[in-house]
């Protein structure tokens, strides 16, 4: 009895320690310092625009962001938007929060991502359960490639109702901000100066969308990938554009061997800092 006793108690310690040594995600603010979730919550209620960026193919960030979304429901209004969703399907998504098509219709009508179901619904889905505003804030991708192809000038050739799809012609660009500088250095130069242009037309429209449909006294939390919002620019900067003043908290994530300590280069990347090691199941 006492050798059983023995060998369950080496059992549970060993679970313990395993279990511990192998943390799913960690939390770390802009400085690198480790934070809780419940400190993140606390300083996210507080904003008036979520940024949280994502890999879109990783669950653990998916997760965080159903789970964030619900606690902070339970402690403020919310208008939910997202990148995945383009603007031209507004239409779509609003018959669908209100019941008026089924999942296999808007699956139909909208161009839907890839890993809607598994990564995306859900959040749809609490919107939808809950009366919430969901707002479909990202540009028609084809209009995107357009600028890749002509800049932004060939967006003038847009129908008046196409341009109410997108951000206000002009776009304020400027192509020394460290992200799109990267961007077209990533590339080799293939791209040329219309490739960050087009993430830009991106930005610009996200921001605008954000922007149009905030609500005095709501919180808007908008998902995007990371790097729309990494280092405070992309989305982030046409948001100050707008609104210098405006009060915004941003999320980004990476992936880490070691999720003991934030690498020196992930450091400022945003308010918080998810850390996720690289063999993290892929939702695709």
Same mark, same amino acid.
Do not use: C
């Given at each position: 009895?006492?050798?059983?006793?023995?060998?369950?108690?080496?059992?549970?310690?060993?679970?313990?320690?395993?279990?511990?040594?192998?943390?799913?995600?960690?939390?770390?603010?802009?400085?690198?310092? =480790?934070?809780?979730?419940?400190?993140?919550?606390?300083?996210?209620?507080?904003?008036?625009?979520?940024?949280?960026?994502?890999?879109?193919?990783?669950?653990?960030?998916?997760?965080?962001?159903?789970?964030?979304?619900?606690?902070?429901?339970?402690?403020?209004?919310?208008?939910?938007?997202?990148?995945?969703?383009?603007?031209?399907?507004?239409?779509?998504?609003?018959?669908?929060?209100?019941?008026?098509?089924?999942?296999?219709?808007?699956?139909?009508?909208?161009?839907?991502?890839?890993?809607?179901?598994?990564?995306?619904?859900?959040?749809?889905?609490?919107?939808?359960?809950?009366?919430?505003?969901?707002?479909?804030?990202?540009?028609?991708?084809?209009?995107?490639?357009?600028?890749?192809?002509?800049?932004?000038?060939?967006?003038?050739?847009?129908?008046?109702?196409?341009?109410?799809?997108?951000?206000?012609?002009?776009?304020?660009?400027?192509?020394?901000?460290?992200?799109?500088? =990267?961007? =077209?250095?990533?590339?080799?130069?293939?791209?040329?100066?219309?490739?960050?242009?087009?993430?830009?037309?991106?930005?610009?429209?996200?921001?605008?969308?954000?922007?149009?449909?905030?609500?005095?006294?709501?919180?808007?939390?908008?998902?995007?990938?990371?790097?729309?919002?990494?280092?405070?620019?992309?989305?982030?900067?046409?948001?100050?554009?707008?609104e210098p003043n405006i009060n915004i908290v941003t999320v980004s994530v990476v992936e880490q061997e070691n999720l003991k300590k934030l690498d020196k280069e992930n450091k400022s990347k945003a308010n918080f800092i998810i850390v996720v090691p690289p063999t993290m199941t892929k939702t695709y």
């Amino acid at each position: 009895m006492q050798k059983l006793i023995v060998f369950l108690l080496f059992v549970s310690f060993s679970t313990l320690m395993f279990s511990q040594n192998k943390p799913a995600y960690k939390l770390y603010n802009e400085n690198g310092g =480790k934070v809780s979730y419940k400190s993140m919550i606390k300083k996210m209620k507080k904003a008036e625009v979520i940024l949280f960026g994502e890999h879109h193919n990783n669950p653990i960030v998916h997760w965080l962001q159903y789970e964030t979304t619900v606690d902070l429901s339970k402690q403020r209004k919310l208008i939910l938007g997202a990148e995945m969703l383009e603007a031209d399907n507004q239409t779509q998504l609003n018959e669908y929060l209100a019941s008026e098509i089924d999942q296999k219709a808007f699956d139909t009508v909208a161009r839907l991502w890839k890993n809607h179901s598994t990564d995306y619904k859900p959040l749809v889905d609490f919107a939808k359960e809950n009366k919430l505003r969901f707002i479909a804030a990202n540009i028609p991708r084809r209009f995107a490639s357009i600028v890749f192809k002509g800049g932004f000038e060939a967006l003038d050739t847009l129908s008046i109702e196409e341009k109410s799809w997108i951000a206000p012609l002009p776009i304020k660009y400027d192509a020394t901000l460290p992200g799109y500088v =990267k961007m =077209k250095e990533m590339m080799g130069g293939h791209g040329g100066d219309n490739l960050p242009k087009a993430q830009a037309i991106k930005d610009a429209t996200m921001a605008y969308f954000i922007l149009k449909n905030m609500e005095n006294k709501k919180l808007f939390i908008h998902y995007n990938g990371s790097y729309h919002s990494d280092d405070y620019e992309g989305i982030s900067w046409y948001l100050k554009q707008g609104e210098p003043n405006i009060n915004i908290v941003t999320v980004s994530v990476v992936e880490q061997e070691n999720l003991k300590k934030l690498d020196k280069e992930n450091k400022s990347k945003a308010n918080f800092i998810i850390v996720v090691p690289p063999t993290m199941t892929k939702t695709y």
